[in-house]
């Protein structure tokens, strides 16, 4: 894990309110709630006093305090324990009964967690370009995969003719000219595909072509883990890959449409096409699963191919966030 970073780690409508929750993210076991002022919450799920799990006891006083299912701790948000009922609700309790608690934040209907021991200088921020105007539709599943592998299937252009053969890679597009990255912010890049059927000549450099020529399709990674595939200004599909542990990855899928302007028919657009992209997914999660070593890492003896450069661009970003954030 790369630290200091504001990871999406769920999606807002999975937390309703009054509502606690357990997920296990970055291998930690959470528990997490949603108020009933609607502010979400999050502290380590496991019991400062005999390990229960939190998430499995009930929220008190309008959602402000989390109270243990097993003899009845009750916790605020920032972790500390603020009653113990087998002392007395009104005896004060000592400062070591306390768990971790996380920053979190809501934006572009998804809960950021601030993962790491530093403090945040500002806010997540989702896409600049996706704001109200789209609609969309949503789903997740879990990988057996750590999280950046199932990244990097998403910056690779060189599977596409085979994995999605009779879907998005219909067409027998073998030969990847490129492809062009383009760092767009020091945690951000864009790269664009210029897949194309094998005529005999070899593959293009990245420097013999010219974005300009590119279709209007380019794809767009930000750190540390969403992505989003510009198929058009008002078509888009974005990822989010949420580690649970080094072996296994939830991603969030979202189908954004903006076609009509017009919310509910946008939205059965959105809700339409999301079977399909079901199955391009499935089609990436089967071969996926298959890769050894589970986890990447920038020098693992791989041989990489020039259309791998999404890839190497994520791992040498990936290796300097953490050698400057991990220490
Ligand atoms: S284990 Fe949680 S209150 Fe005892
Ligand atoms: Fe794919």
């Not at 993962?115 to 969309?136: M, Q, R």
């Not at 219909?170 to 897949?195: A, E």
Request: proline share 6%; aromatic share 12%; glycine share 6%.
């Amino acid at each position: 894990m790369i630290k200091n970073q504001w990871y999406v780690i769920m999606s807002s409508h999975e937390v309703r309110k009054g509502h606690l929750v357990g997920v296990t993210r970055f291998g930690e076991k959470l528990a997490i709630w949603r108020d009933n002022d609607g502010a979400v919450h999050c502290i380590s799920d496991i019991c400062c006093h005999r390990g229960a799990s939190i998430s499995h006891g009930k929220l008190l006083h309008e959602g402000h305090v989390a109270m243990c299912p097993f003899h009845g701790f009750e916790y605020d948000p920032t972790g500390r324990v603020i009653a113990i009922p087998a002392y007395g609700r009104k005896t004060p309790v000592p400062e070591n009964f306390k768990v971790k608690s996380y920053k979190v934040y809501e934006t572009a209907d998804f809960i950021w967690l601030w993962y790491g021991d530093g403090e945040p200088t500002s806010n997540p921020k989702y896409f600049d370009d996706i704001d109200e105007s789209l609609s969309y539709s949503e789903f997740s599943e879990v990988w057996n995969v750590h999280y950046s592998r199932a990244i990097e299937n998403q910056l690779d252009p060189i599977h596409v003719p085979f994995v999605h053969y009779n879907t998005i890679g219909r067409g027998n597009r073998t030969v990847s000219d490129g492809p062009i990255v383009k760092w767009i912010s020091d945690t951000m890049f864009y790269f664009y595909v210029f897949n194309r059927i094998d005529d005999g000549t070899p593959a293009k450099k990245p420097e013999e072509l010219d974005i300009n020529e590119a279709s209007r399709v380019y794809l767009e990674f930000k750190f540390p883990n969403i992505w989003q595939n510009h198929i058009d200004e008002k078509i888009r599909v974005t990822a989010e890959f949420v580690p649970i542990d080094d072996e296994h990855t939830r991603i969030y899928l979202r189908f954004y449409v903006g076609f009509t302007g017009i919310k509910p028919i946008d939205k059965l657009i959105a809700i339409l096409g999301t079977p399909f992209n079901k199955k391009v997914l499935h089609q990436d999660k089967a071969v996926v699963e298959t890769q050894l070593p589970k986890k990447s890492e920038l020098r693992m003896g791989e041989n990489l191919v020039q259309g791998d450069a999404p890839i190497l661009e994520y791992r040498k970003k990936r290796e300097e966030l953490k050698m400057l954030n991990n220490k």
